[in-house]
């Protein structure tokens, strides 16, 4: 089936540091979603990407869409003990949402 | 913009009761909203997809019976689960979709809390 596979699975670094966290698949697709969950709480949005190439930063976070459209990449830079938390790459097909399996960061102040 | 909110954020109930959840959209028109539930450690499992004014389409392997689904308007969906089970307590979680431009991006909801005794 159509899967999105997103490393590293967890990462553990110390404040400061940046992370790059990946999602790759077999399949084209027209988006890439990139979404933090906070334990507790539901996925919040963090960078939306529609085209192939596109480059896009909120703040310390930036992603990219793959040119070939089966790949994306988020990096996060200067990390803070607040940017704990799992985070998911997600992709649209047929109206629905493909996830990854999620990259769980943890920061050591 | 693009919030959603969830009612109530924590419920524990008997078994064999029914419990329902509410998801609103708060500052868009969704045209579609979705039902998910999360297992502890993994990512979200899709349940059903729900169109403003028409049924629901069930995932595979979800009891439509078990879990009712209505879309009244289109800013509230709910969710109920019936005659609920101590299997059935997980944490179940919304999303609402716009439509247009950029349509299939879904904002979620922050979550239900369902522990069933």
């Known amino acids: 089936g159509q899967q999105l596979n997103q490393s590293p699975q967890s990462m553990f670094i110390q404040e400061g540091e940046d992370v790059s966290m990946n999602c790759t698949s077999s399949?084209?697709?027209?988006?890439w979603l990139w979404y933090k969950q906070d334990p507790g709480e539901g996925p919040v949005l963090l960078i939306a990407l529609y085209k192939a190439g596109e480059l896009t930063s909120n703040g310390r976070l930036t992603a990219q869409f793959g040119i070939t459209r089966k790949d994306s990449f988020l990096n996060i830079s200067a990390s803070i003990p607040s940017d704990v938390g799992i985070y998911f790459c997600?992709?649209?097909?047929?109206?629905?949402?493909?996830f990854g399996q999620g990259t769980e960061l943890s920061v050591k102040p | 913009g693009a919030v959603v909110s969830q009612h109530p954020s924590w419920v524990i109930c008997k078994s064999g009761t029914s419990v329902k959840i509410e998801c609103r959209s708060l500052?868009?028109?969704?045209?579609?909203m979705f039902w998910y539930r999360q297992f502890p450690k993994q990512s979200l499992m899709l349940m059903a997809t729900?169109?403003?004014?028409?049924?629901?389409?069930?995932e595979q392997g979800v009891e439509k019976d078990k879990f009712l689904i209505n879309h009244a308007s289109l800013t509230l969906s709910t969710l109920t689960v019936t005659s609920a089970h101590p299997e059935d307590s997980s944490f179940y979680i919304c999303s609402a979709s716009m439509g247009g431009q950029g349509g299939e991006t879904q904002y979620f909801g922050p979550g239900t809390r369902l522990l069933v005794l």
């Open positions: 729900s169109n403003e004014g028409s049924k629901a389409t069930y």
């Open positions: 500052d868009f028109q969704a045209t579609t």
């Open positions: 399949s084209i697709f027209n988006t």
């Open positions: 997600a992709s649209s097909r047929g109206g629905k949402l493909i």
